[in-house]
């Protein structure tokens, strides 16, 4: 082997040997800083009150506060949402509080069942009307972590709906009489 030969591969194999190690340490920077929880315990309350006005407690089965939807919310926001959807989430429940002072006079916790129902209705028809660049509205998201937190808990998944915990045979055409539907 020629002496030039001999350099350039020593160049190549060195100068590939640092580049991937680079490349490698690259991937094992610091993670980013975990960001400070933003929903809160002293919230659950308020979002209870809300996931019971979506959910009110009935005759044939107990509402989103018998479920504990409020701590739900708190864990599925803080835990799983990134932090866009989570400041339009928090700025929701924001705008929610300032609008009960505004329209009523009052806290949202303090209304009666027909106000907290108009106003979230109004929030309704708002996030029904809502388009946006890809961006959720905050009262979708809050309807759908109140569903999926009442019917996920054992009251809604065993008192609202039928349950069978040991299922028998699949019959793929049964008559519905207007029964509570299976969890």
Known sequence: MERREALKLTTIVLG???IGAELFLSGCSAPPKKRAQLITDTDVPFLDEIGETILPDTDQSPGAKAAHVGTFIKTMVNDCYDLDETSIFINGLE???EKSEEIYG???LDLNKDQKLELLTQFDDEARNYRSSGKPHFFGMLKELTLWGYFSSEPGATKALRYNPVPGRFEGCI???GENAWA
């Open 95 to 97: 705008t929610i509080a």
């Open 16 to 18: 590939s040997s640092i």
């Open 106 to 108: 009052n806290a949202f």
């Open 175 to 177: 008559p519905y009489n």
